[in-house]
């Protein structure tokens, strides 16, 4: 079966339970095909961890949960040997990191210390514990969340942390008519704590994400789209908007989202509309805006439309 009609099968089968959340749910399964992890940044009660839940019963994946707090350890995060009075042997105790979809929740109240822990695991899918390595389940993907409002007892994510994550995801209010159904539904009977009862039914099987991974991989990519890509990286490091612009990693994130996106769509190629839409997911987290741009009201988001509209699109 092709990835857009697993596609079609997702959204069918997730707007049974999240509603209102269509395009955040759309970026989400982007970049879980495209290998990478997500930031998803929104006020609570915004459906952030019913979406995480939703996707890895979609995709028939283990699920695991870790809560940040100030006091939470790198051990907590990852596990620990114990020693066994009746083997007296070592063995490893697996922490919660130990899964295949891995819900961070409110990341940014763990301190520096702890949020590294997550570092090696996101980048090389494995971890290392007493200088031996353990490699994690396939898939493996990070879904972090952050409170945009809420700050105190939080810390900022390092940028080496910010630049694992392929997308950060802004999680807004769902409209009205949207949250109207939401409250139709609760007022039926839906339960978020019991997803069984909504018949929630598995779309993609293990055994079928190599070949999914191989028809993402076999996406033409012309030379003019590439080049429309590095250009578009290159030129957030020359914004007079930003002190900081998007990395090597940005522009690799940039490519393999946009072959998804036109896998998704039924296309075997890539045009600049695969491009375009993704830039902002992207790049918000990985530049740094000027003071100046700050003062006037200058967003993230604004400094990438800024940067799109100043690079010529390739016909």
Known sequence: MALSDIFSQLRSEAAKVVVGQESVFEQVVIAFFAGGHVLLEGVPGTAKTLLAKTLARLIDAEYGRIQFTADLMPSDVVGTQVFDLNSSQFHLRQGPIFTQILLADEINRAPAKTQSALLEAMEERQVTIDRASYPLGDPFMVLATQNPVEYEGTYPLPEAQLDRFLFKVRVDYPPAEAEEEVLLRYHTGFDAHK??????????????????????????????????????????????????????????????????????????????????????????????LRPEAEIEGIDADDAVRRVLAGVDVPR
């Open 195 to 288: 997803l069984d009862a909504v018949g929630l039914q598995p779309v993609v099987k293990q055994a079928e994400l190599a070949q999914l991974r191989a028809e993402v991989q076999a996406v033409t990519v012309e030379p003019g789209i590439l080049a429309y890509i590095t250009r578009l990286v290159t030129a957030t490091r020359r914004s007079p908007d930003l002190l900081l612009g998007g990395s090597p990693r940005a522009s690799i994130a940039l490519l393999q989202s946009s072959k998804v996106h036109a896998a998704l769509q039924g296309r075997d190629y890539v045009t600049p509309d695969d491009v375009k839409p993704l830039a902002a997911p992207v790049l918000r987290h990985r530049i740094i």
